[in-house]
């Protein structure tokens, strides 16, 4: 690329997306975005010069890329888990799959290490790419595939918002009943949630760094408080299923809970990459499995062994689906320090609602070129007004829309898994048959693969989780021969599904297209 172009013809070329590394190099994200946004150019350009991210799903390339926040890999995924927003899921395992307290724990162990797995495995892409995951997700599915994942992760990411926010506003109400309109509590979480999310990548990774620790604490503490109003683990000894319905009782809670781990590996590898290429993937799995297993487990079993409290003061607070009110009237024991705790407990979920807010804002932008041209704080403010808006609409639904929509979510989240992993193991390495990444053709779907077979086998994955799927609206052939109201094998038969025909799919691809 010639270095005799000026400044305005070198930014042309460069949104045209005909650059090579070197000169990418030589024009500057923040200049692009003023230059292209004429009179708010200037406002862009002092919103970038105060601290704010101007990068979106541009790649990171490895002489801009920094070796710290590597523990971030453990420390910020404890921070996303270990809050408010975990507990429901556990709490899910007695309310509507009537499990005792043991054999919820299995479930959660189980479920959540395979969750976990698949999560940690995305994460690794991002150090060795340089990419956001979405665009990652573009060598095995093509441009059309990718854009298709984001529409999906779009989807999740809000969702996933949808009911940190309602969670969160529902506790902030239960401080004192009456005083706080469940509205406001929603609107108040939902900015918290934004501001670190609109300045970008590096405050996500302070706050996210240290969130942590208060939250751990308190879960601590209601564990104890717990304890002290008297766990009873046999209290729903008589309520539980028996023979296939039981099976179809754990199949279907281990759903929600491999959802609510695989949810995250979407947005992996959006959060590392901008560690060098040379760092341990093992280390960087390893540090990201715990961070997702151990607070989420931990938590989650927290949400399963309150609800075997049969006191009837903590039976009236829950009510229908009440966890915030549950959790409040744990820390009445405490009296005002209680009411205190619960503020900071409804709180924590900001942590847990940030990946969402910036990962969809970045989701937005991977949904092709035109979208990537705009900057990434205006989709990040989009999905804040998005999901403020649904959680003020679904805020009466809490319980239903959380069961619903983290098993439903398991579904697309394990074939995604799946392909990648497949695409990475099989054609990716290097003497596979691509022999690796090129990764400066992230953008360019004339060099990246068709997308064809990747696409196909996400639809047989779909295929798969339609047949096993047991949800209130629909139970597939396959999960209703387990019992009346169906066991969920949607997640399994959607991962097996895409496994066997994705291979043979994109051998056929490459041998066609020689990409």
């Given at each position: ?15 045209d ?14 200049e ?23 990068r ?12 710290k ?24 395992a007695?309310?509507?799959?009537t ?28 150090p ?12 095995s ?6 854009t298709?994942?984001?529409i ?6 809000l969702?996933?918002?949808t009911t ?10 239960s ?13 108040i ?13 590096n ?7 240290y ?26 000894k ?46 960087v ?46 820390l009445?024991q ?9 503020v ?6 900001i ?10 804002g ?29 959680g003020?609409?679904g ?10 929509f983290?098993?439903v979510?398991?579904?697309w ?48 994955g ?13 139970v ?13 094998l949607?997640f ?5 599904f ?8 994109r051998?056929?691809?490459i ?5």
């Amino acid at each position: 690329m010639s270095s005799s172009l000026n400044s305005d013809e070198k930014i042309a070329t460069l949104e045209d997306g005909k650059v090579d590394n070197a000169y990418r190099a030589e024009v500057s994200p923040d200049e692009v975005i003023v230059r292209r946004f004429g009179k708010f150019g200037g406002v862009l350009g002092k919103l970038f010069a105060s601290g704010v991210e101007a990068r979106g799903v541009e790649r990171v390339l490895e002489e801009d890329r920094e070796n710290k926040n590597v523990w971030n890999n453990l420390l910020m995924w404890f921070s996303v888990n270990a809050v408010l927003t975990t507990v429901p899921i556990g709490v899910l395992a007695q309310q509507f799959f009537t499990l005792t307290l043991p054999h919820a724990i299995a479930v959660i162990l189980c479920f959540g290490a395979l969750g976990a797995a698949g999560t940690a495995f995305i994460a690794t892409l991002g150090p060795q790419t340089g990419l956001r995951t979405m665009i990652i997700a573009r060598y095995s599915s093509g441009y059309v595939g990718g854009t298709i994942y984001s529409i999906l992760n779009i989807l999740t990411q809000l969702g996933f918002s949808t009911t940190c926010v309602i969670l969160g506003g529902q506790t902030l109400a239960s401080v004192n009943p009456g005083t706080l309109p469940l509205v406001v509590g929603i609107i108040i979480v939902a900015i918290c949630s934004l501001i670190p999310c609109f300045v970008g990548y590096n405050l996500v990774h302070v706050y996210e760094r240290y969130a942590w620790i208060v939250t751990f604490i308190i879960f601590i503490m209601l564990y104890a408080l717990g304890g002290k109003a008297g766990y009873d683990i046999s209290a729903q000894k008589p309520l539980e299923d028996t023979g296939k319905d039981y099976i179809a009782d754990v199949l279907s809670f281990g759903g929600i809970v491999f959802g609510s781990l695989t949810g995250w590996g979407p947005i992996a590898a959006d959060y590392n990459c901008k560690l060098p290429a040379t760092t341990s993937s093992v280390k960087v799995f390893t540090m990201t499995f715990l961070g997702l297993w151990i607070p989420v487990c931990f938590v989650e079993i927290l949400g399963a062994a309150l609800m075997t409290i049969t006191d009837p003061a903590y039976v009236a607070a829950f009510g229908d689906g009440n966890t915030g009110a549950l959790l409040a009237q744990t820390l009445t024991q405490w009296h005002g320090f209680g009411k205190f705790i619960l503020v900071l407990l409804a709180m924590s979920v900001i942590a847990n609602n940030i990946p969402n807010t910036y990962s969809a804002g970045l989701s937005m932008q991977a949904l092709g070129r035109p979208f990537a041209m705009v900057p990434r704080v205006f989709w990040t403010v989009l999905a804040f007004v998005i999901y403020t808006v649904a959680g003020v609409a679904g805020r009466e639904h809490f319980s239903t829309i959380l069961s619903n929509f983290l098993a439903v979510l398991s579904y697309w989240t394990a074939f995604f898994i799946v392909v990648t992993l497949e695409e990475h193991v099989l054609f990716r390495r290097k003497s596979g048959p691509l022999g690796g990444y090129n990764l400066d053709d992230y953008d360019t779907p004339s060099k990246l693969p068709l997308g064809v077979a990747g696409v196909l086998a996400g639809c047989i994955g779909a295929a798969g989780a339609v047949v096993g799927m047991a949800q209130t609206y629909y139970v597939g052939p396959i999960a209703a021969k387990l019992g009346p109201f169906g066991g969920d094998l949607g997640f399994e038969l959607a991962a097996a599904f895409t496994a066997v025909s994705f291979p043979p799919l994109r051998y056929l691809e490459i041998r066609l297209t020689g990409r």
